[in-house]
């Protein structure tokens, strides 16, 4: 996967050291995910690392769109018709996102209208602009009616259909995060979906998890790297769904507003506390562009952006440290 061009983690120098490692690779969401789980035993790393993919497994059979059995589905499935009630937890999920929709004046929005879409992201390019049918009205973040008290929620256009591509992978990583942290002798771990890093403690020998920054010019050094520290590091690319038309590159990260597909970014990347939430920002800055974006993110306490743009430059936001040897 081109995901590695953007970062890099440098796990190579790990010293040899007592604590014991745990680490699977497994797929999920339809993606690929990895979890390293240091502990003082390997029992103890066993037992976390089992706990935290069977939670992300759990939050999977919640948010999924493909599963017809799950809260999600079902949402779907009744939009123009009833309300749905649902669990607690998806409940608080939606809302959520609502509040990020609101924060990023619509730019990252869980409603869409599929069946009005002619958009295929497959690497080729096109010769002719596909007629783009009118944008379904009521798919907008705003129209996705909540019931606290009944516990409900209801899509009022049969066009109308959520999806948590989004934020799922970063809300999966936050949770399972915040479980196996607290697991007996843990003292560090990483929940890497795909390219969505999500850390907590520091690995044997180092100050922190050290993300190598890599230019998508191939020939170009590495720009240096970033430090977590018990933070989120999202990215959002366009590596591997696009088109072009014209000779210019188009990301399958839809415009909420327009209906049409974003350009001009290669990738975007944010760190914060909340995978969940940097997951959410690195799709509205897409949308944004850098301008707004950065504008927007350097009104946020405690979150940092990084956009990699279509020439190969890059802007970030102006509180981000890019340390440029390891240590």
């Not at 602009?129 to 379904?136: G, M, V």
């Not at 798919?139 to 999806?163: H, K, R």
């Not at 301008?291 to 979150?303: F, R, S, T, W």
Request: glycine content about 8%; charged content about 20%; some cysteine.
């Amino acid at each position: 996967m081109r995901l590695y061009f953007l970062f890099f983690l440098l796990f190579a120098s790990w010293p040899l050291s007592a604590q014991k490692l745990a680490q699977k690779q497994f797929q999920l969401m339809g993606c690929w995910f990895e979890v390293k789980v240091f502990a003082q035993e390997e029992e103890e790393a066993q037992a976390a690392l089992a706990a935290g993919i069977a939670e992300m497994q759990r939050i999977e059979a919640l948010i999924s769109s493909w599963q017809p059995n799950s809260a999600t589905s079902q949402i779907n499935a009744q939009a123009g018709q009833q309300a749905v009630r649902v669990p607690t937890e998806l409940l608080a999920l939606i809302q959520r996102a609502k509040k990020i929709s609101a924060l990023t004046d619509g730019a990252f929005d869980i409603s869409f209208a599929p069946k009005n879409s002619p958009w295929q992201f497959e690497g080729q390019t096109l010769e002719k602009w596909p007629k783009t049918p009118p944008k379904a009205s009521s798919a907008n973040w705003q129209n996705i009616q909540v019931d606290e008290l009944a516990q409900t929620v209801f899509l009022p256009d049969s066009l109308m259909q959520i999806g948590f591509g989004g934020l799922g992978k970063g809300y999966a990583a936050d949770r399972a995060k915040a479980l196996m942290q607290k697991m007996p002798g843990v003292t560090a771990g990483l929940v890497n979906a795909s390219g969505d890093l999500n850390c907590w403690g520091q690995p044997p020998g180092k100050a922190g998890w050290n993300i190598q920054i890599l230019s998508p010019d191939k020939q170009a050094p590495p720009l240096g790297y970033l430090q977590l520290n018990g933070q989120a590091l999202v990215s959002s690319g366009d590596y591997e769904k696009f088109f072009y038309y014209q000779g210019r590159r188009y990301a399958h990260i839809i415009n909420p507003k327009t209906g049409l597909p974003t350009q001009g970014i290669q990738s975007a990347s944010v760190l914060c506390p909340s995978a969940e939430l940097a997951d959410a920002l690195a799709t509205a800055l897409f949308v944004l562009g850098p301008d707004k974006g950065l504008a927007l993110i350097d009104q946020l306490e405690q979150i940092e952006a990084f956009i990699w743009l279509s020439d190969n430059s890059y802007r970030c936001s102006k509180n981000i440290e890019i340390k440029r040897d390891e240590k």
